[in-house]
């Protein structure tokens, strides 16, 4: 195996590997240091398994309700998260085999082990040393993390992650969800789809705290609904962690409560790779959260070094990752690729009905004192939402007054994580409120709500 | 990607300019900022910068040749890529300056800017007259006035987005502001009989009913007191600076002589500047002292020395010489006994001051001889009357005679 390439990446995960992949296209040798599965946290531990077992809540929860409305008799259902649970590991297989055919594809060496960086674009691997001509890319992301200071620390057992609930081959017959963010909110859906009794913990007022207002307002009360049970503005005092069990105190609406449940689920705070990779050796600094310091072209503090992904800053997201490396890809073969828009990332929640949203909450909007104009439309209104039986959920858009500049976009529906990406394009090319009018919609579909919400902040919607 | 270099209006005023002489060549790799090419404009001489990156490929209006603003001079783009359809069209625009700000490309109606505002700073746009630009950025565009096809794009392929228009605004901002020093004025709309006179008077004399007022002034004291100045300290104070000085404090006080002509209004001042004529090659420009009034003077002396030095290198910035209230024109050195100077609009008067030259004079019951100093001020009619005039003529007169009032 060589031993020098143009650019070597740690990290095989959505931002180091689809950064390898612009590299080989510009013509670049490049290695990729995985030291465990290609793909990273979002193939094999995060987003794909993930919408696997959504996937199953979801079918699972259309029998249960609406088969019969549908005219579906069905017999006993007998949900098996075991099974669920196996073919997520099939799909995220399949994904993690499908990158490593694209490295194959594009010649992108991958080298197993744990890269070290040395200084002067170097790095250690196990003994062997590698040599990067141009550059040295890091994407070696996040990983879980639990709440030691809480008595909460992830035994892997009783006190879970992510990592863990992802492989269990039946739901726990109570689970208390530590942060109801999109990782909380997700595996409440998946739980309580298989018949665990679920409750949602989160310490910021509402759940879904970075959402709009509206957004988590509808996702709180369906979850009431399905019997999810919401505990927002709660702080978790204490814990007392079983065999069997774990006894958690929690205050909320300044009365302390105790509950008592199979296992908690940790869903806040990820923790970020930065140890144990030399990047004090490489000179390579951090800011005071923790991230790896990096300029708007993304270059570290350390000469021909740059960092993507999670490790480079917010939002967490596989997506902003990917554009990271093919950005960078670009800036080091030389190119002068268009920067990042880091306003206009869109972030989606896949529980049912899904959360979708791009640019500022009504409530930043406020705060910033911007002059701006809602317009909404609810899915009750909508034909094809009622054909589907997904009625719950709206599309709101925040409009500025003077110019109908799209300020921030919120939708929640079934099909929200696809409907958001109409107005992430009319915002990155700074289509007012009226060219999403101007296009004219198919009929019925979900997205013609999103051109009636265009019309309402405009004063003229059709159809409410 | 090719971008088109044009004659930019690098300069309120500007409406076409010379190319004093290109610094880079045809060939030569430019990044943006890089400055192309030194433009003589109608009042400085000013850098043309690259607004994008490449080579210099081709330049199409030379060293000494004259161009409209706006117009094609050259074209920036990458070494291979194929230039022929830009420098093609340069044949449709006037390259010798004979056509003027209309052969530019055509602007949609609700594009087009108020001809102040087109000096935005930037590029013309593509030559089918179809501009790249954001629907947001259009709609901003249209709001304020700021013409599109003036407005370089950082967009991706060069489309103009809204963080272009911002950009173009700030510049058209600090454009057409006044200069910053010169805020607090007050507009006092004229009275019937005002209006009369103005039009009466316009007519008879357009397009300023100028009236002249002379006078002879005893600049004895006013020499010892420059001496003694001069032989204190180590910054030379001039006669002029003198002058400067007492008619910046006499305006003060004669605020009806510190104001612009607005056609409806007459805009007083409260703040004083003053232009000071200074002769360069090919005429004449007027840098402005800003707060004369309130300025030492040896900061007058310093400042007036720097501006001029720039002045004569063409090197002024547009703020610095626009915005004066009131302006003095010095022909003393040339042993001009005295003479009349021609108001420099829209203000309202102007001071012409001529040699100072020892005079036998009735002096105290006897014949004596002193250095004396004429002084001719122009009035606009319009704004000012023989006596208001009179009156400022003589608290001038009064502070020269008595130096000392200038640090009352």
């Known amino acids: 195996m060589s031993k020098t390439f143009d650019v070597i990446i740690l990290g095989g995960g959505p931002a180091g590997y689809v950064c390898a992949i612009r590299c080989a296209q510009l013509g670049l040798a490049t290695a990729v240091v995985e030291r465990d599965k290609l793909g990273g946290v979002c193939v094999n531990i995060g987003c794909i398994p993930s919408k696997a077992l959504l996937h199953s809540a979801r079918v699972a929860s259309v029998i249960k309700h609406d088969a019969a409305a549908l005219g579906i008799t069905t017999g006993e259902v007998t949900l098996d998260y075991g099974v669920a649970m196996k073919r997520s590991r099939q799909v995220s297989e399949q994904n993690a085999k499908g990158v490593e055919f694209l490295m194959k594809k594009h010649k992108v060496t991958v080298i197993p082990g744990t890269g070290v960086l040395q200084k002067g674009r170097t790095v250690k691997v196990g003994n062997d040393v590698f040599t990067a001509g141009k550059a040295v890319v890091l994407a070696t992301g996040s990983r879980v993390k639990g709440l030691p200071q809480l008595g909460l620390e992830i035994n892997k057992t009783t006190v879970i992650s992510t990592d863990e609930a992802l492989f269990l081959e039946r739901v726990p017959t109570s689970v208390a969800i530590v942060g109801a963010g999109a990782v909380g909110m997700e595996f409440a859906d998946i739980f309580d789809a298989f018949g665990s009794e679920v409750t949602l913990i989160e310490v910021l007022p509402r759940i879904l705290p970075i959402e709009d207002a509206e957004s988590s307002a509808t996702l709180a009360r369906v979850y009431k609904k399905r019997g999810i049970k919401l505990l927002a503005g709660a702080k978790v005092k204490g814990a007392k962690v079983a065999a069997t069990g774990v006894t958690l105190e929690i205050e909320a609406n300044g009365k302390t409560e105790s509950l008592t449940v199979e296992k908690v689920l940790m869903a806040a705070g990820r923790g970020l790779n930065v140890e144990g990779i030399g990047l004090e050796t490489a000179g390579v600094q951090l800011t005071d959260r923790g991230f790896v310091q990096v300029d708007a072209q993304l270059k570290t503090t350390a000469d021909g070094v740059f960092a993507i992904g999670d490790i480079a800053g917010p939002p967490m997201l596989a997506h902003k990752g990917s554009r990271e490396g093919v950005v960078v890809a670009e800036t080091i073969a030389g190119q002068h690729p268009h920067p990042i828009r880091y306003d206009n990332i869109p972030s989606v929640t896949y529980c049912h009905p899904e959360v979708a949203s791009i640019g500022l909450t009504e409530e930043a909007c406020k705060e910033r004192k911007l002059a701006y104009q809602v317009g909404k439309f609810p899915l009750t209104a909508n034909g094809r939402a009622r054909a589907a039986i997904e009625t719950d959920g709206f599309v709101k858009i925040i409009r500025d007054t003077k110019y109908g500049e799209i300020l921030g976009a919120h939708i929640v529906a079934s099909h929200a994580s696809e409907m958001i990406h109409e107005l992430a394009l009319a915002r990155e090319n700074e289509y007012t409120v009226e060219e999403v009018d101007l296009a004219v919609h198919a009929h019925p579909t979900l997205s013609e709500a999103v051109a009636e919400a265009a019309l309402d902040s405009l004063g003229r919607v059709l159809h409410t | ?408």
């Not at chain 2, 510049?171 to 006092?188: C, K, R």
């Open chain 2, 1 to 408: 990607m090719i971008t088109k270099v044009v004659m930019e209006a690098l300069s309120p005023t500007m409406e076409e300019g010379r190319i004093a002489q290109w610094l880079k060549k045809e060939g030569d790799a430019v990044k943006t900022g890089d400055v192309l090419a030194e433009v003589e404009t109608d009042k400085a001489i000013m850098e043309l910068p690259a607004r994008g990156n490449g080579v210099l490929r081709k330049i199409l209006v030379g060293d000494g040749q004259t161009t409209a603003v706006g117009n094609l001079v050259a074209v920036i783009a990458a070494a291979e890529e194929d230039i022929s359809g830009v420098v093609g069209q340069s044949g449709q625009q006037g390259q010798s300056g004979q056509q003027g700000p209309a052969a530019r490309a055509p602007t949609p109606p609700a594009l087009t800017a108020p001809s102040a505002l087109t000096a935005a700073v930037g590029r013309e746009a593509e030559a089918g007259g179809r501009i790249k630009a954001s629907p947001l950025a259009r709609r901003m565009a249209g709001e304020k006035g700021v013409d599109l096809h003036r407005v370089e794009g950082t967009g991706p392929s060069g489309r103009i987005i809204k963080r272009d228009v911002d950009t173009a605004l700030t510049a058209l901002t600090a454009l057409t502001a006044p200069p910053p020093e010169a805020e607090g004025w007050e507009d006092v709309a004229l009275s019937q009989v005002r209006k009369a006179i103005a039009r009466r008077l316009t007519q008879s004399l357009a397009p300023i009913p100028h009236f002249y007022l002379t006078a002879e002034i005893d600049m004895e004291r006013a020499a010892e007191a420059r001496d003694a100045l001069n032989a204190a300290g180590d910054t030379k104070i001039s006669f002029n600076d003198i002058v400067v000085k007492v008619v910046a404090m006499a305006l003060r006080q004669h605020r009806a002589c510190n104001a612009w002509w607005q056609g409806d209004a007459v805009r007083y001042f409260h703040d004083v500047h003053i232009g000071i004529a200074v002769a360069i090659d090919e005429g004449l420009i007027t840098p402005v002292i800003h707060h004369a009034d309130r300025k030492s003077l040896r900061a007058i002396a310093t400042a007036t020395r720097e501006l001029a030095e720039r002045a004569r290198a063409r090197k002024l910035a547009p703020e610095e010489y626009t915005g004066s209230t009131f302006s003095i024109s010095n022909l003393g050195m040339f042993g001009i006994d005295e003479f009349t100077a021609v108001i420099n609009p829209p203000e309202a008067g102007i001071l012409a001051v001529g040699a100072i030259t020892p005079t036998p004079v009735a002096h105290g019951g006897a014949v004596a001889v002193r250095r004396r100093m004429r002084v001719t001020m122009s009035c606009d009619h319009r704004i000012i009357d023989g006596a208001t005039g009179a009156q400022f003529l003589q608290t001038v007169r009064r502070m020269l005679e008595q130096p000392l009032a200038i640090v009352w």
